[in-house]
């Protein structure tokens, strides 16, 4: 792929409930809540929270029947309240477990490490005889929940982790990109010969080299085959604060600046509302969905001829509604034309104290008192039909 030009790859839509995925869909936002699922009143308290943070896909775990039976009450009470967010139920080792969930959620994720196969460590050599035989094993413990999954419209991902690769898997590709890829291949083969298709990936490791490789080796793969599954794309265990935050960035912002993902989930040791606006950010710094202003700010330094940490302020409170409005906010004039040619709208130091305002690369007005020049931008904006009230 071009380094100078954008391009999505190109899937197709899986609906999760009444929210699409893939297609020409907006890259979606989604996250977990961290509520014990027999808590019926904290799981939708913490729903709504995120719903209201623009979370767009919920996922809830299931460790046992019992507490996938009880996302029936989870749904029931959202839907009570008027809240239609799609919900995932979150499947480790017990397919007894997805049957139950298959019932009440939009969307199954199961981890092909161990739907069929609790780990045991053990080294074992597989002959291709033995292989194909675990290969049916899986197939006949499979079927049951991608054929209720076609029946009731429910979509499913098939989520690698890294950290939990089957015995089978380890002994014949390690512990690799490779391997996580076969990994989720071989469940989505047979979800295929049962003729259903409503499929994500995801591929998902705390270590972010690791985890591109996969997605970037997994995109391939597809294309190869001619498969075009959506992606939902994660740094799984980020961690907190500034560290998780950029390693998600990077993780994510790589994936997505090569034209991969359809859906993305920060994982935060923090509250979960606490992901939205992060996942929201990265969508919106590589360009893949874009929900508020963008901003181009010089960093400043000795030439600056205004404070020009106060001013970028003042002009995020004043503009910072208008979705998809770029705007430049320069110390001066040195690099500001250039540094600034996409954007609509420049303020730029003309003079110490002093501002001229720029439409796209056009100086328009000059030497503007910075006490009033914040408000002759949102003057000049109004007048080129740029402004919208605030919400
Ligand atoms: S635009 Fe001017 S003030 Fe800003 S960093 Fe560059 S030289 Fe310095």
């Known amino acids: 792929m071009s380094s100078s030009s954008f391009q999505r790859r190109v899937t197709r839509e899986v609906k999760v409930g009444?929210?699409?995925?893939?297609?020409?869909?907006?890259?979606?936002?989604?996250?977990?809540?961290?509520?014990?699922?027999?808590?019926?009143?904290?799981?939708?308290?913490?729903?709504?929270?995120?719903?209201?943070?623009?979370?767009?896909?919920?996922?809830?775990?299931?460790?046992?029947?019992?507490?996938?039976?009880?996302?029936?009450?989870?749904?029931?009470?959202?839907?009570?309240?008027?809240?239609?967010?799609?919900?995932?139920?979150?499947?480790?080792?017990?397919?007894?477990?997805?049957?139950?969930?298959?019932?009440?959620?939009?969307k199954i994720r199961i981890n092909p490490g161990n739907y069929a196969d609790s780990k045991k460590f053990k080294v074992l050599e597989y002959t291709d005889a033995e292989y194909v035989a675990e290969l049916e094993r899986i197939r006949e413990r499979f079927t049951p929940l991608v054929c209720l999954c076609k029946e009731r419209g429910v979509a499913m991902r098939i989520g690698t982790n890294h950290g939990s690769l089957s015995d089978r898997i380890m002994n014949r590709y390690g512990d690799t990109p490779l391997g996580m890829v076969e990994s989720a291949l071989e469940f989505a083969q047979i979800a295929r010969d049962l003729d259903y298709h409503e499929l994500v990936f995801s591929m998902k490791a705390s270590n972010v080299k690791v985890m591109i490789e996969a997605y970037r080796l997994l995109a391939a793969r597809l294309d190869e085959k001619g498969w075009n599954y959506p992606l939902h794309l994660g740094v799984t265990e980020a961690g907190d604060g500034e560290d998780g935050r950029i390693k998600s960035a990077i993780g994510i912002g790589s994936l997505l600046c090569d034209g991969l993902g359809d859906t993305i989930r920060v994982s935060l040791t923090e509250d979960s509302v606490k992901e939205i606006p992060v996942a929201y950010a990265i969508l919106q710094a590589a360009g893949s969905r874009i929900t508020k202003t963008e901003y181009t700010m010089c960093p400043s330094c000795g030439r600056t001829l205004y404070n020009i940490q106060e001013t970028s302020a003042r002009i995020k409170a004043a503009t910072g509604h208008l979705k998809g409005l770029k705007i430049a906010v320069m110390g001066c004039i040195v690099n500001g034309p250039g540094e600034m040619a996409d954007a609509d709208f420049g303020y730029v130091g003309g003079a110490p104290g002093k501002i001229n305002l720029y439409v796209g690369k056009t100086p328009v007005k000059f030497n503007i008192p910075q006490a009033e020049a914040v408000d002759r931008l949102v003057d000049l904006i109004r007048e080129h039909g740029r402004w919208t009230e605030p919400a």
């Open 18 to 106: 009444n929210v699409g995925i893939g297609g020409e869909n907006p890259v979606r936002v989604q996250s977990m809540i961290t509520a014990d699922t027999m808590d019926t009143e904290a799981c939708i308290q913490e729903t709504l929270g995120l719903a209201e943070a623009g979370c767009e896909i919920v996922r809830i775990t299931a460790p046992t029947v019992k507490d996938a039976a009880n996302l029936q009450l989870i749904a029931k009470g959202l839907r009570e309240r008027g809240c239609n967010v799609p919900l995932v139920a979150d499947i480790h080792f017990k397919p007894d477990a997805a049957m139950e969930a298959a019932k009440w959620v939009e």
